[in-house]
């Protein structure tokens, strides 16, 4: 039987604040993953982008990530990892992409070298995959003029490849027959299907906070006491609500 192949996702996003439902991406693509007998999903990450994002109701970095870390006391295989929100600028996802790559390949063990001539007997470490995990509706912002660079979406699915968790109301075959470069490697675009839809969103989180809403259920509780106790997210803390995002699509 064939080895399966390690796998580590990176979900990219402004997690502002971090949600259930982001969690639960995680959950089901590693489950996807694992149903195909070909993968091992060994860990993943979540990066919070930069404050230069420039979403008007981005709350400080520092925040969101440790809010993400709060959220993730649960969980044995996903971690937050703050490099990307502690660059001097927002980084491009595929960038990030890069970053992490090479951060998997430095901390595989080191190959031996020769002895007297002859290989030492050293099992072959296999090199984990670094796929970029998120909801099906980041497809479609491939398809919006000037929000992607073509190298960058092909370098993306070409080179490291996608899970993409479905969505209600998007048809991510349709996303992927309609470009070109997702076509073309359209093998390297898993399709995760989410069996309990759910439409929450960091955006209708933020809105509920600022209304004097209860969102419990919807988040952790710990990340609730934390935006409580640093009084984020209320009409206090000058909270606007930004459905544009100026730049590459990425998960709320």
Request: glycine share 4%; proline share 5%.
């Amino acid at each position: 039987m064939k080895s399966q192949i390690p796998v580590v996702l990176l979900a990219c996003g402004s997690f502002n604040p971090i949600t259930n439902m982001h969690l639960r991406l995680f959950e089901v693509a590693r489950d996807h993953l694992h149903q195909t007998g070909m993968y091992q999903v060994i860990g993943g990450i979540i990066s919070p982008v930069n404050d230069n994002y420039r979403k008007q109701d981005l709350v400080a970095a520092h925040h969101r990530v440790a809010m993400a870390r709060l959220a993730l006391q649960t969980s044995d295989w996903v971690r937050v990892d703050p490099w990307e929100s502690e660059q001097v600028q927002w980084m491009e996802t595929v960038k990030v992409l890069r970053h992490h790559h090479n951060e998997l390949l430095r901390s595989l063990p080191q190959t031996e070298g020769q002895d007297h001539g002859r290989a030492r007997s050293v099992a072959p470490t296999a090199v984990p995959e670094l796929k970029l995990l998120c909801g099906a509706d980041v497809l479609k912002t491939f398809q919006t003029p000037n929000l992607w660079k073509d190298a960058h979406i092909q370098e993306i699915v070409e080179k490291f490849g996608m899970v993409c968790v479905s969505r209600t109301g998007h048809n991510p075959k349709e996303y992927i027959s309609g470009s070109p470069i997702l076509q073309r490697y359209r093998h390297n675009i898993h399709l995760a299907r989410e069996p309990v839809q759910n439409e929450l969103s960091s955006t209708y989180i933020r809105r509920a906070l600022s209304q004097g809403h209860s969102v419990k259920y919807l988040l952790p509780d710990a990340v609730i006491s934390y935006i409580k106790d640093h009084n984020l997210y209320t009409r206090d803390s000058s909270w606007k609500d930004s459905s544009s995002q100026r730049n590459e699509g990425k998960t709320d």
